[in-house]
């Protein structure tokens, strides 16, 4: 094995910062193992405060494992709606069902165990062991990460696993077995308000500043070492929004792939004009509509950019066949503005348009 990072003297004065300067916070406050699971998958993109709301209304729908696993999967990712990545709600089910087929509905107080539960890794079930179960396991994010590398020093690259690895065995060493959870979570807690990751760190609030290697050399802001993210790729698309008296027009996307399986606004590539719009649907012997462009949008995922451009599309009811849909574009339903809003998860990507149709 290699040799460890020494963080033996951080331990004393970050628990007793933490234990004065603590944040109350929801799942905070009740730290049952269900709490804590739950709120570290929504953390894991979204900021604390703009977690709160989300995690208050998932857990007045769903409050324990039981409830998470019976839940429908359409209602299920309707409550995870605007927190992105939404496999992980999906992967928060299917782990809840393996807990109340295997262990009655307790999520287990072992780390092993947590770590073989869909969509749990290392630092989830470390969070979960030590702050729920104050169980010694370490617990390494991106916030723990950013702290002990400038404290130490450290021009190791935190992108390479073998890096994270070796902090966890690190952290494993020196947690006080009498308080893991505390310790984890003051790291976690001086990442996200002291030794922030954009801009210069706040070093004179720091309780580790005096044995701080990257403020003693100045280097606050180079460390932690990560590779440079590449650029997004760029992608150009015209949404339909199609409204047939008063229904709108949505899609479910494919199964794989980014959005797996949610809602969608029938789109196509590039950036289509007016006229374009206009022959495609005369060429599919759709006349008489009202056609209006739309503000435009802009999505950010982490390695792609949709550059969106939308028309509102009001067809004609004497237009349109039967089924509504077909002759325009395959597999759309039909559903009112109200039932889009309440029932439907449509991502975040589309709500800049959905928001100009549902005043």
Known sequence: MDDLYDLGAVVEPLCLWYEENKRSMPWRDAPSPYHVWLSEIMLQQTRIEAAKAYYERFIKRLPDVKALAQVPEEELLKLWEGLGYYNRARNLQKAAKVIVERYEGRIPADYDLLLNLPGIGSYTAGAIASIAYGIAASAVDGNVLRVTMRYLGSEDDISKMSVRKKMERSILTVIPKDKPGEFNQAVMELGEVICIPNGMPLCEECPLADGCQAKREGKQTELPVKPEKKRRRIEKRTLLILEWEGQIGIARRKPTGLLAGLWEFPSMEGHLSLKDIEQFL??????????????????????????????????????????????????????????????????????????????
């Open 282 to 359: 005369n060429k599919n012997g759709i006349s008489g509509t009202k056609i209006e462009r739309m503000k435009s949008g802009k999505h950010i995922f982490s390695h792609v950019e949709w550059h969106m451009r939308g028309y509102h599309i009001v067809l004609s009811p004497d237009q349109v066949p039967e089924d509504k849909t077909q002759d325009i574009v395959p597999d759309v339903i039909w559903t009112e503005k109200e039932e889009l809003e309440k029932t439907y998860a449509i991502p975040v990507a589309f709500h800049s348009f959905l928001r100009q149709i549902i005043r």
